[in-house]
């Protein structure tokens, strides 16, 4: 099946799902657009500030995969939400009653995202960076190798779509890695300090939510607890290379974005991030 | 620091399967593989390729350009060397 960026013609006939199901679809959609959305703009925060240009590029390519990825997941929300009267998203529906995937991304509060707490973080440096990339590249393949046999046909389409570009981003994040690791006492110190900052929002990737162990049930969606081993060992293989000690996940680790328990940081970033949409509803450019 | 242990790299890519690899740049890169990412991310955005050959700028030998008259100025006018005086039969029509 060959997704392009509107999923919302008719060859994608969405499920017919109704009442709690459908909620919960709603839910997990979000889920991984929230993801998707949130790290793509941190990245772009890197556009003309990158320390090389091919790298500024590069890091703009990647947030531009993941905005991509966000609009395919918003638009199917939206298409699922505009389908039932009891969806709580309806309060978002503007004048003709719908929503849309830009009502979805910029009219919700911070309480209303679902994304982990990882990918709000602030930039930091180049380390910290490409941790972030690497922790959440790693995670996004794992899930999406199995999401692709999804049984909800346009979720199993967009992972595996998503797939390739996440192989990439997985590739260069790796790559980064091991360099900004076995690299200079200056390079090594910075990634370490990285390690030290963003694994305590390492747990939360591979701990599912409520909606997600439901769905999982059906396969519709991928019960995350258990793509753990599958991250532990790409990261060990990849720490190993780096001639980096082994992650160990001493810090207490974060839990909540799933819930929509954020930090002040992603509300900063959407205050940046929605500010257009909120001022002027509906422009265009 | 990029740009003084970087080496420059020139970058060659090939649209489709069958045609040879044509110069598109040229960027800095650590070493093959950053440069052949690096290539990827700046050079096929637009889906200009499908394989990437990347060579260090210093293994490129050049001619001199002080040269050409020495170097191309003398096939001009020797005419013989082309195979234009072939009559070629009407039968043979993809020669």
Redesign the interface.
């Known amino acids: 099946m060959n997704i392009n960026s509107d999923i919302t013609s008719t060859d994608y006939e969405a499920p017919a799902y109704s009442g709690e199901m459908l909620a919960a679809v709603v839910e997990y959609i979000l889920r991984l657009a929230d993801n998707a959305l949130i790290l793509g703009h941190r990245n772009s925060e890197w556009t003309g500030f990158g320390p090389i240009l091919e790298q500024d590029i590069a890091l703009s390519n990647i947030a531009l995969d993941l905005v991509g990825q966000a609009r395919n997941y918003y638009q199917y929300a939206a298409t699922l939400v505009n389908r039932s009267h009891e969806s709580p998203w309806q309060r978002l529906a503007t004048g003709k009653n719908q929503v849309s995937e830009d009502v979805l991304a910029y009219f919700r509060d911070a309480p209303d995202f679902r994304n982990c707490l990882l990918v709000e973080q602030v930039n930091g440096d180049w380390a910290k960076t490409i941790i972030r990339q690497f922790f959440f590249s790693t995670y996004q393949f794992a899930l999406f190798e199995k999401l692709s046999f999804s049984a909800d046909k346009i979720i199993s389409a967009i992972a595996e779509k998503s797939l390739k570009e996440v192989t990439y981003h997985l590739r260069w994040s790796s790559e980064w890695v091991i360099r900004l690791g076995d690299g200079t006492p200056e390079s090594q110190l910075r990634i370490k300090n990285a390690i030290a900052e963003l694994h305590q929002f390492v747990s939360e990737l591979t701990s599912p939510a409520s909606y997600e162990l439901f769905l999982a049930k059906y396969n519709i969606s991928v019960d995350v607890s258990k793509l753990r081993n599958a991250w532990q060992a790409r990261t060990d293989e990849v720490f190993n290379q780096a001639t980096l000690p082994p992650l160990s996940l001493s810090a207490k680790q974060a839990f909540g974005g799933k819930e929509g328990k954020h930090s002040d940081q992603l509300q900063s970033l959407l205050n940046e991030m929605q500010i257009m949409q909120r001022t002027y509803p509906g422009c265009e450019w | 620091m990029?740009?003084k242990d970087?080496p420059l790299w020139e970058i060659f890519i090939r649209s489709k399967q069958g045609l040879d690899h044509k110069h598109v740049g040229s960027?800095?890169?650590?070493d093959a593989?950053?440069a052949i990412?690096?290539a990827?991310?700046?050079y096929t955005?637009r889906m200009e390729g499908v394989s990437i050959w990347v060579v260090e700028s210093r293994f490129v030998h050049a001619s001199n350009p002080e040269e050409a008259p020495s170097l191309y100025d003398p096939a001009n006018d020797k005419v013989y060397r082309h195979p234009t005086f072939y009559n070629l039969p009407d039968e043979l029509k993809h020669m």
């Not at chain 2, 960027?27 to 650590?30: F, G, I, P, S």
């Open positions: 990029p740009g970087w960027l800095h890169a650590a593989q950053m990412e690096n990827r991310d700046v955005r």
